[in-house]
């Protein structure tokens, strides 16, 4: 599989969309791997996870030919993640010259929200409801939504993605993982896990995971064997209010054998 990191930042964008701060002006003194938009993936340009209000930005930037995605994951309906009124710009009154639908899979509030935004699709778009801890067959790959410790409001979903003995866990948003969660991933081993680093080094692991509970999970991982021996974990979802550049992001997690994601990362497992 080939995973491409569209965005990696938090909602607000790094640097974010109005902020003065020192470290969002250090960020766009710097730029390059320094610029994060709202968190996205590509797998094998085909599979899309969730639609931010970037995406005509990545499809710009990195060359992406968006009419190739057969299907959409949606892992919930925090804006950064869900902007339905772009994924309307599918239908055939504003795009044209390929006719196969777009399967988008979600929760029941995504679903509804998609529903109600962009109204009848005229199977342009189909929708399909999941539930946590089921796995679905989506194209050539086996995705099963998994609980995440996220929005309060509704069932936040990270996803296990399997293709040809090949596994990665999209890991975000969430802070420390729901008990029913890791029941799940024991057993089991990933080539690639992508894990949420929104709180730096704040002491905070709900909603969102911090530096030291990125290491604890490491550490879990590895008891487990949830991680395979020569798999990576990968770092990402980073806030500016941390005030830590791409830079001193690496000098934290490169001893440990973690990555840091960047906008336009490629992985191949």
Sequence with gaps: MKIHLLGTSAAEGFPG??????????????????????????IDDILKIDFPP??????????IDLSKITDLLI??????HLYPEDLSMRLPIYAHG?????????????????????????GHIIYHHTHAYRTYEVSNYKVTP???DHNKQESCMIFAIEKNEKSFLYGHDTGWFPHETWEWLKG????LIILDCTNGHFPVRHNHLNIEAVKEMQGLFLQENI???EGKIIVTHFSHNIGLQHQDLEDI?????IEVAYDGKMIEI
């Design 146 to 148: 998994l609980l995440a």
């Design 227 to 229: 991680l395979k021996k």
């Design 17 to 42: 969309i109005f902020c003065q701060c020192e470290h969002c002006k250090k960020a766009r003194i710097l730029g390059g791997k320094n610029i994060r938009t709202r968190t996205s993936a590509i």
């Design 75 to 80: 892992t919930h309906t925090h804006s950064d």
């Design 54 to 63: 970037d995406t005509n930005l990545h499809v710009l930037r990195d060359g």
């Design 98 to 122: 390929f006719d196969h639908p777009l399967h988008v899979y979600g929760h029941d509030l995504p679903i509804f929200l998609c529903r109600n935004r962009i109204g009848n699709t005229d």
């Design 253 to 257: 997690f490169k001893p440990l054998g």
């Design 188 to 191: 089991k081993q990933m080539d």
